[in-house]
Each structure stands twice: as structure tokens, then as C-alpha cells.
């Protein structure tokens, strides 16, 4: 699973349409009240995974910046755009589950910590 995220400046700006869902997500990010977890439910193809991606990109950014935007130069822009931060994980629910087991969990948890 690839952990890259496309960073531009403008962190929405290839996502076409879900207008509401970029709407919420900015307006967290600038309310400073953001949960500890979210889930991206839906069928596959939708952009899940994108949303999640740039939504934690802008949460993971190190320097101010504007609502729905990202610095692109600072370490942690830097390495999601290379796949590398070590503290952006995700997490699937495997083809054979239902839920996503505790292995998956305490996998991601020591990918972390390494």
C-alpha cells in the first residue's frame, strides 16, 4: 500500500467534485478542532484514500499556511510527497475481513515507532 500523497499549494485542487467533503475538512483544520481518527467510508474508486491523504497533509503541515493549503518545502510536505513520514499510516480492512483486525492495528503501531 502506498503511502504517497500528492502535495500541491492548493492540497485540493485535482480533487473534482466531493465539494462538501473539502468544505468540512477545511473548515476543521482552521477550527483547530480535529478528532483523533477519521474513517473514509464509501465504494472503491470514489477517492478515499486521496481525500484522507491530503486532509492529513494539511494537518501534518509544519508551517502556516491558508485554509485548504499546504507549504509544499517544509520536512513533512516533503516526505508524504516522497511516501516516507513515518507518522502518516494507513490502514485497510483486509479482502477476507469484516473488520479490520488487531494484527493490522498493532502493525501500523510499530511501523511508528521504528
Known sequence: MSSEVTVAKNIFHD???QDRVKEIL???ENSGNVGHAYVFNGPAGIG???IAGKFAAMLM???EHGSGEVCCECESCVLLKNGTNPDYITVGLPKDKKSIPVEVHEKGKRKKEI
Open 15 to 17: 480533487v473534482i467534485g
Open 26 to 28: 477545511s473548515s476543521l
Open 48 to 50: 478515499r484514500k486521496m
Open 61 to 63: 503541515c509544519l508551517r
